[in-house]
């Protein structure tokens, strides 16, 4: 251990991403990034910046995200006190657990979901324990504890991709009127059903998104927050005691138009739900059992063929997916849903690797 490090660098397990390895003709399935290009109007927005007001680059940006947050409430039908934008929906999600979720109680999250959750906890010392998903890979609700100080999981689930319904969420959310509700919705837009909606009504909801899945902004690095003024709030006093401009010109131009142009996001996600079920149709067809997903990937598993095998024997013939090695899941890949002729070279190739190992 290096000398100069504080007791809580040593203690720190990190969040591990998907790898990004730069190989000529690699077909990268591993990290759920979106296909296809973004929004024409997204790309304009940056080179109107860059050619118009780029002088401007030498000056911070707006602190408070103002357009960009304006987009993301005409959008939703929110005021824009109930929106907050940071770098990524990652950078939200810690002020989130930096602001909301370190009580004395316990925050609690399924046993199989986002992995950054645990990394956030563990950096932020905050007391934490799961709930099991069912055998059917669900997250059930009524499993949650009465003393808990809060709960967060995605919607759908990740790395399953099941999903709840807004009504079941909704009804929790009065059952529990007083333990602080936080959904991650980074990939909501590929069949899900939003909560957004839900915040006007609900001041223990708060709800997390992601400009990176159904937007095609990985790179930009935009992530948002819906919930009443009082939690969003607690965010923006964070993010002004850590980085007061989170949100670069660029990112904040692309953003606002990818939001606003709906005809691109509606035709995008349309193509990569096609893509979806043809391929968890080859994969059935190969033997594998396929869990029904509202993302844009699939979680599978073959009954007689391991997982780390098939990963290995995908990545010799470049083609990135990924195996998580944990309880109850060291059985299953999560596979991005690719373009149609990803998905098809993917296919061949699980068709070829299941008769040989």
Same mark, same amino acid.
């Given at each position: 251990?290096?000398?100069?490090?504080?007791?809580?660098?040593?203690?720190?397990?990190?969040?591990?991403?998907?790898?990004?390895?730069?190989?000529?003709?690699?077909?990268?399935?591993?990290?759920?990034? @979106?296909?296809?290009?973004p929004?024409?109007?997204?790309?304009?927005?940056?080179?109107?910046?860059?050619?118009?007001?780029?002088?401007?680059?030498?000056?911070?940006?707006?602190?408070? #995200?103002?357009s960009? *947050?304006?987009?993301?409430? /005409?959008?939703?039908?929110?005021?824009?006190?109930?929106? $907050?934008?940071? @770098?990524? #929906?990652?950078?939200?999600?810690?002020?989130?657990?930096?602001?909301?979720?370190?009580?004395?109680?316990?925050?609690? !999250?399924?046993?199989?979901? &986002?992995s950054?959750?645990?990394?956030?906890?563990?950096?932020? =010392?905050?007391?934490?324990?799961? !709930? @099991?998903?069912?055998?059917? $890979?669900? +997250?059930?609700?009524?499993l949650?504890a009465?003393?808990?100080?809060?709960?967060?999981?995605?919607?759908?689930?990740?790395?399953?991709? *099941?999903?709840?319904?807004?009504?079941?969420?909704?009804?929790?959310?009065?059952? /529990?009127?007083?333990?602080?509700?936080?959904?991650?919705?980074? &990939?909501?837009?590929f069949? %899900?059903?939003s909560?957004?909606?839900?915040?006007?009504?609900?001041?223990?909801?708060?709800?997390?998104?992601s400009?990176?899945?159904?937007?095609a902004?990985?790179g930009? *690095?935009?992530?948002?927050? $819906?919930?009443?003024?009082?939690? +969003?709030?607690?965010?923006?006093?964070?993010?002004?005691?850590?980085?007061? &401009?989170?949100?670069?010109?660029?990112?904040?131009?692309?953003?606002?138009? %990818?939001?606003?142009?709906?005809?691109?996001?509606?035709?995008?996600?349309?193509k990569?739900?096609?893509?979806?079920?043809?391929?968890? =149709?080859?994969l059935?067809?190969?033997? !594998?059992?396929v869990?029904?997903?509202?993302? @844009?990937?699939?979680?599978?598993?073959?009954?007689r063929?391991?997982?780390?095998?098939?990963?290995?024997?995908?990545?010799?013939?470049?083609?990135?997916?990924?195996? !998580?090695?944990?309880?109850? +899941?060291?059985e299953?890949?999560? +596979?991005?849903?690719?373009?149609?002729?990803?998905?098809?070279?993917?296919?061949?190739?699980?068709?070829?690797?299941?008769?040989?190992?």
């Open positions: 251990m290096n000398p100069f490090w504080s007791p809580l660098v040593g203690r720190l397990s990190p969040y591990v991403p998907g790898e990004q390895p730069q190989i000529d003709g690699l077909i990268k399935l591993n990290t759920n990034e @979106n296909p296809y290009p929004s024409p109007r997204a790309i304009e927005a940056i080179r109107a910046v860059l050619e118009a007001d780029g002088d401007r680059l030498r000056l911070y940006p707006d602190p408070q #995200s103002l960009l *947050r304006q987009a993301a409430g /005409r959008l939703h039908g929110t005021p824009i006190d109930h929106v $907050f934008a940071g @770098n990524g #929906s990652d950078e939200v999600l810690a002020f989130v657990f930096q602001g909301l979720l370190h009580h004395d109680r316990p925050l609690v !999250f399924p046993d199989i979901t &986002y950054f959750y645990p990394s956030y906890c563990r950096l932020y =010392g905050i007391p934490h324990a799961t !709930f @099991n998903i069912t055998d059917a $890979f669900e +997250i059930d609700l009524s949650v009465a003393d808990v100080g809060a709960v967060i999981f995605p919607n759908p689930n990740a790395p399953t991709g *099941r999903a709840l319904s807004r009504d079941r969420i909704e009804q929790f959310l009065r059952d /529990r009127p007083t333990t602080l509700v936080v959904v991650d919705e980074a &990939y909501v837009d069949g %899900a059903q909560c957004v909606p839900l915040v006007c009504e609900h001041p223990n909801l708060l709800v997390t998104q400009l990176s899945k159904s937007r902004l990985a930009m *690095r935009v992530g948002l927050a $819906f919930g009443q003024p009082g939690l +969003i709030e607690a965010l923006v006093r964070i993010k002004d005691s850590f980085n007061s &401009y989170p949100i670069d010109r660029l990112a904040s131009a692309a953003g606002a138009a %990818a939001l606003e142009d709906m005809a691109w996001f509606s035709e995008n996600c349309r990569i739900v096609a893509n979806r079920d043809w391929l968890t =149709g080859a059935q067809d190969h033997g !594998f059992q869990l029904p997903s509202m993302a @844009n990937f699939v979680f599978v598993r073959h009954p063929v391991q997982a780390a095998g098939l990963a290995a024997g995908l990545r010799a013939r470049k083609i990135l997916v990924r195996h !998580f090695d944990k309880p109850r +899941i060291q299953w890949l999560r +596979i991005t849903v690719g373009t149609r002729e990803q998905c098809e070279a993917l296919a061949d190739a699980v068709a070829a690797l299941t008769s040989i190992l």
